[in-house]
């Protein structure tokens, strides 16, 4: 159902690197059809994502993002985004973890040296990485780096960080000596333990439990950026959040476009007509076609407000660290409503879809539950009532969304 939104996605972006993106394009929906078909299956079993992950490596999927010479794809942000919807299509908790993954690889070029950067860079191309984040600031004790000789040590814990069980490299942001930093660790460092507790209602294979650091070392140049010059942050810079923020949406939306399709395959295939509509096919009934058109106007419009976002992004890295702070609002601002209403319409989709199935959709061997169980607890991540406070005060006001890890 989305070939005129994949058409506009594939032209948006693509310019000199067109045939590297559609290539890696086309590899994300031989994923995301192959999670797709086991989906429902693995999201019951709510085991560690080992497997998934290996798939995306096999795909080459993991360095998109990386330069050609290095071994990756030379893709955009923005495009690596697009990569993340095309996997929600098939499965929502690896488009998470993708979606994360892009997002934390670029966190070097933000807060690193150019030296930092380009040799992590070279490595996630080379070895195909995988990153996995302790970043979530809410609902923990806190990570704490103190200084140890010539070196440092990591001690604290998270409530929540996503893929850290099955990463190899880790993005982690800690507080040291009344400062944020951030730091790239590796999963086998000493002191480094993953609490294997997550068991929420939905975003199983997520691997989002909590997390402890033990007296973990942590070397200097494993801290991003000079350790004792404290970087107050400038507005590039704060460009962080929406690279996750921007992932959020893509995999909301893509979950959206995933369901609806779904639906719609098992509708012109098992769908009943109503026993007083007169009719010979449930694909004919009104209702239906007007709830099918409905949600379709839905999707498109939200991925439209997606794609629009992906590109304020997109442009606001490209402009480079003179970004000003209003031009950082601006990005903020189309990034949160994207997010509004991404949130709203998959929502949406995912609960009313059953509408057009029928009752027999609802059997638990289908698994169709999943997609609202998994939008339901990613989009309490943040509350988007936030979002929509942001957008009005930033309208009304000109008051710019303040930085945080969430906005």
Do not use: C
Not at 113 to 126: D, Y
Not at 249 to 274: C, K, M, Q
Not at 359 to 373: C, I
Request: glycine share 10%; proline share 4%; aromatic share 8%.
């Amino acid at each position: 159902m989305t070939s005129t939104i994949d058409a506009i996605n594939t032209s948006q972006y693509a310019a000199e690197n067109r045939t590297d993106f559609e290539d890696a394009l086309r590899r994300a929906d031989l994923v995301a059809a192959e999670l797709g078909a086991t989906a429902a299956e693995r999201d019951r079993a709510n085991g560690l994502p080992t497997a998934e992950i290996d798939l995306l490596r096999r795909h080459d999927l993991l360095q998109v993002g990386e330069p050609v010479e290095s071994g990756g794809s030379g893709l955009s942000f923005a495009q690596s985004q697009q990569i993340t919807r095309r996997i929600a299509r098939g499965d929502t908790s690896i488009a998470h973890l993708i979606g994360y993954h892009f997002a934390q690889q670029r966190i070097p070029h933000l807060f690193g040296t150019p030296e930092q950067a380009g040799a992590l860079s070279r490595r996630n191309a080379e070895e195909k990485l995988f990153w996995g984040g302790v970043q979530n600031p809410r609902g923990a004790d806190g990570l704490e780096l103190t200084r140890d000789g010539d070196a440092f040590r990591l001690n604290g814990r998270r409530t929540f960080a996503s893929g850290a069980s099955v990463a190899d490299q880790l993005s982690v942001t800690a507080s040291f000596e009344g400062d944020l930093v951030f730091l790239t660790l590796p999963t086998d460092r000493p002191g480094f333990r993953p609490e294997g507790d997550w068991d929420a209602i939905g975003q199983r294979l997520t691997d989002s439990g909590g997390v402890e650091f033990r007296d973990a070392r942590v070397e200097r140049h494993e801290i991003l950026g000079d350790p004792d010059t404290p970087p107050g942050f400038s507005p590039y810079q704060t460009l962080v959040t929406h690279h996750w923020q921007l992932a959020f949406v893509n995999f909301y939306i893509g979950t959206a476009e995933g369901a609806f399709t779904e639906a719609l395959d098992w509708t012109r295939l098992h769908a009943s007509p109503w026993e007083t509509s007169g009719l010979d096919s449930a694909t004919e009934d009104p209702y239906i076609l007007e709830l099918v058109g409905e949600l379709r106007a839905q999707i498109t419009g939200a991925a439209l407000l997606a794609d629009r976002a992906g590109q304020a992004l997109q442009d606001a890295l490209d402009f480079g660290p003179g970004l000003g702070a209003d031009q950082r609002a601006d990005t903020a601002i189309a990034i949160a409503e994207a997010k509004y209403a991404t949130t709203k319409v998959s929502l949406e989709v995912a609960s009313r879809l059953f509408e057009i199935q029928g009752a027999r959709a609802t059997t638990s061997a289908y698994g169709f539950d999943r997609h609202w169980r998994n939008l339901r607890t990613h989009t309490v991540h943040d509350p988007v009532a936030y979002k929509a406070r942001e957008i009005g005060d930033w309208t009304l006001n000109r008051t710019a969304p303040a930085f945080t890890l969430y906005s």
